[in-house]
């Protein structure tokens, strides 16, 4: 049996997408997440009918009971895990100024407090020699308006998987981190014009939106075999926009 791999944030966009190739790659998925309880049960029945096991569970990653009895259930059912992907998340566009403390919160919360908590939970948890992939973000790199607490978070979340990745590497356990750039999905052409996604499109060298199939191969490359030798390394999948 492939060894198991914990998804949160799993039951849609690049979660989604992640468990689908685990799960065509013969791996047991645990597809954590927050709302949308019939996308993640549906994608469980999506799996069974293909041969693959998987099982949804509901967790807040910002709370460390959720994160600690998620991977309580993941052992449950399928043993101990081998590989993590912090996927969860939320944004909202508001300047740094007119943030106020409920949405700093959440933003900081979610993102950055879920991402650390499952990765204390993984460093006690997964199998020797296991995986940690966090999503980040390219506009990390590109200091988007109107994103500042969001990226703070994610900034935080891409120092924490370099140093996560030098102090978990006695047992073998690499970190790493995947840093998309946008996406083309019916939420990003929301409220767009075609000039909008023109002006985006224009954005990257490879002058198209990604796909969250791209996003899901680079996670998926980063937690096998054949990335055993990158550690601490954070991969932006974004076309070349920065």
């Not at 910002?62 to 994160?67: I, T, Y």
């Not at 600690?68 to 993590?84: H, M, V």
């Not at 981190?177 to 990257?204: C, H, N, Y």
Request: proline share 4%.
């Amino acid at each position: 049996m492939t060894t198991p791999v914990i998804v949160t944030g799993g039951s849609s966009g690049i979660g989604r997408a992640v468990v689908r190739r685990l799960g065509s790659a013969g791996h047991p998925v645990v597809i954590a997440y927050r709302s949308g309880e019939r996308s993640a049960r549906a994608l469980v029945t999506e799996l069974e009918t293909r041969g693959a096991r998987a099982v949804a569970v509901r967790a807040n990653v910002a709370e460390r009971a959720d994160v600690r009895a998620l991977f309580d259930r993941a052992e449950r059912e399928f043993g101990t895990a081998a590989g993590l992907v912090n996927n969860a998340g939320v944004s909202a566009v508001e300047p740094v100024a007119d943030t106020g403390d409920a949405l700093i919160e959440e933003l900081l919360g979610v993102n950055l407090r879920g991402a650390l908590y499952g990765m204390q939970e993984a460093a006690a948890r997964l199998a020797d020699g296991g995986s940690i992939v966090n999503i980040s973000s390219t506009a990390v790199a590109t200091a988007t308006p109107g994103l500042g607490v969001y990226l703070a978070a994610k900034a935080g979340v891409e120092t924490l998987t370099r140093v996560a990745a030098k102090e978990f590497g006695t047992r073998g356990i690499r970190v790493n981190a995947v840093a998309p750039g946008l996406v083309d999905s019916p939420m990003f052409r929301e409220g767009k014009t075609p000039a909008d996604i023109d002006r985006f499109t224009a954005q990257a060298p490879l002058h198209r939106l990604g796909d969250f199939g791209e996003i899901a191969a680079a996670v998926v490359y980063l937690l096998g075999p054949a990335a055993s030798w990158v550690n601490g390394q954070v991969l932006r999948v974004n076309g070349g926009v920065a």
